[in-house]
């Protein structure tokens, strides 16, 4: 079996996260929105989570209702400075997963896995610490995020330097978060996406944004430093075409297998033949 290819440096994503720590509450508008999702979400599932793991989530879980029937919380963080104060506190990576198999009835991860090297692995991780019919949410940031920079940066670089290098972290596709969640073995597995455009009318913002969270680039093989005059030029092509930014976030639902869940039909099951529907309607 061959090995996932080494894309990201998760090490150096975690000083990313620990860099941010200190200021993130004045940059997390978009962990805040996923979490208020998340929270619709639970609060639609009629089922008590008396064990739940929250992975990136840190203070935010502080959003939970009582709607949401989440019960003993144990936090988990590569960043030890993003976790909450007190509590149940674990310094991790969900690519090594210090959870105890069949422990977890909930298992939420909040825009982390994006950066993971081997995405099906951690999520095959996380499979065998729910219990069985527990619950998999996860949000991750996807391939149209940071589209409009990107392109910028591309552009720039060559028309300055007549060559481009990767700025931005590469995301992934729905299609490929799908096939993941899939992979790892989880049952009734569902993905949806959320787009969010925000107006820069300074375009340096976004960069704050971003280094605010903890998202600049965390590649494995990284390249030269962008030079001043690229970057300049960028943020300038960026504001030509408009200032606006995409987040493109991916919610990704799964159980872990169990028995008693509803099953697809066999091909060929039906009781009704589909020919046989549409000549009633004619």
Same mark, same amino acid.
């Given at each position: 079996?061959?090995?996932?290819?080494?894309?990201?440096?998760?090490?150096?994503? @975690?000083?990313?996260?620990?860099?941010?720590?200190?200021?993130?509450?004045?940059?997390?508008?978009?962990?805040?929105?996923?979490?208020?999702? +998340?929270?619709?979400?639970?609060?639609?599932?009629?089922?008590?989570? /008396?064990?739940?793991?929250?992975?990136?989530?840190?203070?935010?879980?502080?959003?939970?209702?009582?709607?949401?029937?989440? *019960?003993?919380?144990?936090?988990?963080?590569?960043? /030890? &400075?993003? #976790?909450?104060?007190?509590?149940?506190?674990?310094?991790?990576?969900?690519?090594?997963?210090?959870?105890? @198999?069949?422990?977890?009835?909930?298992?939420?991860?909040?825009?982390?896995?994006?950066?993971?090297?081997?995405?099906v692995?951690?999520?095959a991780?996380?499979?065998?610490?729910?219990?069985?019919?527990?619950?998999? +949410?996860?949000?991750?940031? @996807?391939?149209?995020?940071?589209?409009?920079l990107?392109?910028?940066?591309?552009?720039?670089?060559?028309? +300055?330097t007549?060559?481009?290098?990767?700025? +931005?972290?590469?995301?992934?596709?729905?299609?490929?978060y799908?096939?993941?969640?899939?992979?790892?073995?989880?049952?009734l597995?569902?993905?949806?996406?959320?787009?969010?455009?925000?107006?820069?009318?300074?375009?340096?913002?976004?960069?704050?944004? #971003?280094?605010?969270?903890?998202?600049?680039?965390?590649l @494995?093989?990284r390249?030269?430093?962008?030079?001043?005059?690229?970057?300049?030029?960028?943020?300038?092509?960026?504001? &030509?075409? *408009?200032?606006?930014? !995409?987040? &493109?976030?991916?919610?990704?639902?799964?159980?872990?297998?169990?028995?008693? !869940?509803?099953?697809?039909?066999?091909?060929?099951?039906?009781?009704?033949? #589909?020919?046989?529907?549409?000549?009633?309607? &004619?």
């Amino acid at each position: 079996m061959n090995a996932p290819p080494h894309i990201f440096d998760r090490r150096l994503y @975690a000083q990313r996260r620990t860099r941010s720590a200190a200021h993130f509450g004045a940059f997390d508008f978009l962990h805040r929105r996923v979490m208020d999702d +998340i929270v619709d979400r639970l609060e639609t599932v009629m089922r008590e989570f /008396p064990n739940a793991t929250f992975s990136g989530a840190g203070n935010l879980t502080d959003q939970l209702t009582p709607a949401c029937s989440v *019960g003993s919380i144990t936090h988990i963080d590569p960043a /030890p &400075e993003r #976790l909450p104060t007190t509590g149940n506190r674990i310094v991790a990576d969900e690519e090594l997963l210090p959870i105890a @198999a069949q422990s977890q009835n909930l298992f939420v991860s909040v825009l982390t896995l994006h950066t993971a090297n081997d995405l099906v692995g951690a999520l095959a991780q996380i499979r065998r610490a729910l219990v069985a019919d527990g619950l998999f +949410i996860a949000a991750v940031f @996807a391939e149209d995020t940071l589209i409009a920079l990107r392109k910028s940066l591309y552009t720039a670089e060559a028309e +300055i330097t007549g060559g481009v290098s990767a700025r +931005i972290n590469p995301f992934a596709s729905i299609q490929d978060y799908g096939q993941a969640l899939s992979r790892a073995g989880f049952a009734l597995p569902v993905v949806d996406a959320d787009k969010i455009n925000v107006k820069y009318d300074d375009p340096l913002r976004l960069l704050r944004d #971003l280094r605010g969270m903890g998202e600049t680039q965390a590649l @494995a093989n990284r390249p030269n430093p962008l030079r001043r005059d690229v970057l300049m030029r960028a943020l300038q092509i960026f504001s &030509e075409n *408009g200032g606006t930014e !995409q987040f &493109e976030i991916i919610y990704l639902t799964g159980w872990s297998p169990d028995p008693s !869940q509803q099953k697809p039909l066999k091909p060929g099951s039906a009781k009704a033949s #589909l020919k046989d529907a549409i000549k009633g309607t &004619e």
